[in-house]
């Protein structure tokens, strides 16, 4: 399955954005679904994740500032993000954790990534 977010762009400190992740092709099952983030020189780190029952956890650094939706009957994935910090700069990444051919075989699919700069 393919991955396309979206949703990412220039905001000023403060602001907000809502980065969302659409699949395409045939999923039967989700099993977690996880945006991250990575910035030049630095490993790709998880921001927040939800899993099949929608319970959802983040990472400290997020302080409450992020929220992780899904819609299940797209299959897509949110993430909408206020109180951006300069420290948020980074390319935005979504994960699922799916089952595409088999209901029990699931494997990693990941977008290509969306950009988030937070200037000051």
């Known amino acids: 399955v393919q991955l396309q977010a979206s949703g990412g762009g220039l905001v000023q400190v403060g602001g907000s954005l809502k980065l969302s992740c659409v699949p395409s092709g045939k999923i039967l099952k989700i099993n977690r679904m996880t945006w991250y983030r990575q910035t030049p020189g630095n490993q790709r780190e998880w921001v927040a994740r939800?899993?099949?029952?929608?319970?959802?956890d983040y990472n400290d650094f997020v302080q409450g500032r992020f929220t992780i939706s899904k819609d299940n009957a797209k299959n897509a994935l949110y993430l909408q993000m206020n109180s951006l910090k300069p420290d948020d700069t980074a390319v935005y990444y979504c994960?699922?954790?799916?089952?595409?051919?088999?209901?029990?075989?699931?494997?990693?699919?990941w977008g290509q990534g969306t950009q988030v700069t937070v200037s000051s």
């Open positions: 994960h699922y954790d799916a089952a595409t051919v088999h209901p029990k075989i699931f494997s990693g699919s």
């Open positions: 939800i899993s099949s029952t929608g319970a959802a």
